[in-house]
């Protein structure tokens, strides 16, 4: 039997895409053509633009200007570790930068070699990746270095002149999360029942209902159950509804036909199961009222590395699903209140 | 629950699409915002508070978008509060907002909610970022299956609310679908999504903001146009799931309604309430949610949709707007509801206006249909006096 782990390990990846409006898209257009700019509104240069003064709400305008490519730093902090996340490799670090023409700072990487080459005041100048490898995002500027010559950069506060529609209006934003969920008491419990073979629920001792799997809670009665409250459940039970669902597609679906969720009433208790799949029938032949009884994964297949702590009922990769069992139909009349 | 009286001054909302492509989230929120305090003759400045709602942050992957979007709604040095109640949470904000005011706290509040599903996908983040996600169709398809064979509803009565729905929503200039040309036969025709729910019984995907601005009495008396007074509001919830839970006809539902109803005197919400604005994002959610909140009478509510009551120019309209199922911008939709109730009573609804409304009511719902918010509206503090 594998080890039932303590932590559930999750990955959450997905392609957002940023729409990013008529001031984010010039900016951003600007930067692919190596030009940094800012906005002129309420007197003063904001860079990078925003499309609204950040003080009074108001509209910021198109009056966009030149600014940088060198500037001043205010304040950094120093990153002695990067990550695989940062987008350079060596100790770096993250600053104010007052580009010459702006009036505001903005956030970028300074490679300056070494935490002592930093200083209030240090000029910098923007280094940028190759033409061809710009795609209009803030890291087409590689990072900003001090700056061989500190005099003012040339253009710096003239006008840009926007073209009307900007090349880029749009931004991949790839989300890569990994996170870690403590495996509850509760949780644990279920995912031993179901590396065991079994169904077990938890009894609530005031309201007598069973929660499958355990949720170390009545909902109800709102009162903590523990391994006192576990009961054996049978695997086996009557669809009291479902849904054949048809597929949406995004990214990391795997379902491409239509499939049907049930809800099962497990025999001789109160607890339904939701939303589980039935086998070796056309999704359009399910009914409620059928005799169904669990299909286990072999034992030695079992995998409970996907339930999660709020996947009550969840099978894992224990249960391959729910198969009829040839008994004849229960009336579908007596579980129209049995959805839960 | 002593409270001062709440108008609702300003109203505002984006045009809702499959993809406002030419717009950022901080654009869209100001889009609707901005209508808001032209409506209200107001500017930022005016504002003493600002409420976002929007439903789980997962669904555009951007964290904690009220910090983001504070400056961008003119927050800077004010109070920002977020508010989160899954589907319902459009309604929440609304409501949250009309506490700020109505406790004395704050004199003239924002309530914005928003969603712009294109960013990202919805079906993908209801299911935990997993494979096979049933989505809010497949969570609620069972439900809608049991009430049709609890009430012996016909089948078409899900195609008729899908109709009814998208010839209000194409009279509605903001509306995400315009279907002026739908029939039943369409609907009928249209792939099974979620058995027995069809591809036109359910709602959009949309881009979309709403804002509404609050005052008090003084506010409200003094506004160039008429106010909405808010005249109830309730929220209420329930677990998830356990034995003998009731999802088709819920216990927070018919609380939430039985509080609006007692705080202003309602009796028989049929005759006394003139039209209502109801969380439908799959058709058969009409008649179910007009029997949970006791409009109709268990088993009825279907009836009141067979016979054209609930149409535009029917005797208890629902839905003047389109409702969900022409435009639904998730974390928005709660506020359109509450918002298309304040227009009505204040005259301003256009199109879809229904004659000499003074009493709407609003309602939200989300998650395992167990969150509810609600509110009543009136052209008077009295509009049953």
């Known amino acids: ?340 | 629950m002593s409270h001062q009286p709440v108008a609702v001054v300003g109203i505002g909302q984006t045009h809702h699409k499959k993809r406002r492509g030419d717009v950022s989230i901080a654009g869209l929120v100001r889009e609707a915002a901005v209508r808001a305090l032209e409506d209200a003759n107001m500017d930022w400045g005016d504002i003493d508070a600002v409420v976002l709602g929007k439903a789980p942050d997962l669904f555009e992957g951007v964290m904690k978008p009220e910090m983001y979007l504070a400056d961008a709604l003119g927050a800077v040095n004010k109070p920002m509060f977020r508010v989160h109640t899954a589907g319902s949470v459009g309604g929440s904000t609304g409501i949250v907002g009309s506490h700020l005011v109505g406790s004395g706290r704050h004199k003239r509040v924002l309530s914005l909610a928003f969603e712009k599903q294109s960013e990202g996908n919805a079906q993908f983040a209801l299911g935990g970022g997993k494979s096979g996600s049933i989505g809010a169709g497949g969570a609620f398809a069972p439900f809608i299956r049991a009430y049709i064979r609890r009430s012996g509803a016909p089948e078409d009565i899900g195609w008729r609310v899908a109709v009814k729905d998208r010839l209000n929503g194409a009279k509605n200039p903001y509306a995400h679908l315009k279907l002026a040309d739908i029939t039943i036969d369409k609907v009928r025709e249209s792939p099974m999504m979620w058995d027995p729910l069809h591809f036109l019984e359910s709602c959009p995907s949309s881009d979309g903001a709403c804002a509404v601005i609050f005052t008090d009495e003084d506010g409200g008396k003094a506004a160039s146009k008429p106010p909405a007074w808010v005249l109830a509001t309730a929220m209420k919830s329930e677990p998830s799931t356990f034995a003998g839970r009731d999802p088709v006809s819920p216990q927070a539902a018919h609380d939430c309604s039985d509080e609006i109803y007692k705080a202003i005197g309602v009796t028989n919400p049929r005759e006394q309430i003139d039209c209502a604005e109801l969380y439908v994002p799959f058709s058969w959610y009409e008649p179910m949610w007009l029997e949970a909140h006791d409009i109709a009478a268990p088993g009825e509510g279907w009836k009141m949709t067979e016979r054209g009551d609930t149409a535009l120019d029917g005797s208890f309209p629902v839905n003047m707007s389109g409702g969900v199922l022409s435009s639904n911008p998730i974390g928005a939709s709660g506020l359109l509801r509450f918002s298309e109730a304040a227009l009505q009573v204040r005259g301003q609804a256009g199109e879809h206006q229904v004659g000499g409304a003074k009493l709407a009511i609003a309602q939200a719902y989300g998650a395992n249909a167990q969150f509810f918010a609600m509110w009543a509206v009136g052209s008077s503090l009295d509009p049953l006096g």
């Open chain 1, 1 to 340: 039997m594998p080890d039932v782990v303590h932590e559930s390990v999750f990955n959450l990846q997905f392609p957002f895409t940023r729409t990013l409006g008529s001031t984010l898209s010039t900016f951003f257009s600007a930067l692919a053509q190596g030009q940094i700019i800012g906005v002129r509104t309420g007197g003063r240069v904001i860079a990078p633009p925003l499309e609204y003064d950040p003080d009074t709400a108001a509209d910021s305008g198109t009056d966009y200007v030149k600014v940088g490519p060198k500037g001043t730093v205010s304040a950094w902090t120093w990153v002695p570790e990067p990550t695989h996340l940062h987008t350079i490799k060596n100790p770096f670090a993250f600053a104010f930068i007052t580009l010459d023409g702006a009036d505001t700072a903005m956030i970028h990487l300074v490679d300056a070699g070494s935490e002592s080459a930093m200083k209030p005041g240090m000029r910098v100048e923007a280094t940028f990746k190759p033409v061809d490898e710009r795609v209009g995002r803030i890291d087409d500027i590689l990072a900003f270095v001090p700056a061989a010559d500190p005099a003012p950069s040339a253009g710096a506060g003239e006008s840009w002149d926007a073209p009307a529609e900007p090349e880029i209006s749009t931004q991949d934003s790839y989300c890569d999360l990994v996170y870690v969920d403590n495996t509850s008491a509760s949780t644990l419990l279920w995912m031993e029942s179901l590396l065991a073979g079994k169904l077990v629920g938890q009894k609530c001792p005031v309201c007598s209902r069973t929660f499958v799997g355990p949720r170390g809670m009545c909902c109800v009665d709102a009162i903590e159950l523990d391994e006192t409250n576990v009961v054996d459940v049978p695997d086996r039970g009557v669809i009291t509804n479902f849904t054949v669902i048809t597929p949406v597609q995004y990214p990391g679906q795997l379902e491409t036909e239509p499939f049907a969720r049930c809800s099962i009433l497990l025999d001789g208790t109160d607890a339904v199961m939701a939303q589980q799949s039935i086998l070796d029938i056309p999704a359009d032949q399910v009914r409620v009222g059928m005799h169904v009884a669990a299909v286990w994964v072999p034992e030695a297949e079992r995998d409970v590395s996907e339930i999660g702590n709020r996947g009550w009922g969840s099978g894992g990769d224990c249960i391959s699903g729910w198969r009829h069992t040839g008994q004849p139909d229960e009336p579908e009349e007596n579980y129209l209140e049995r959805m839960m």
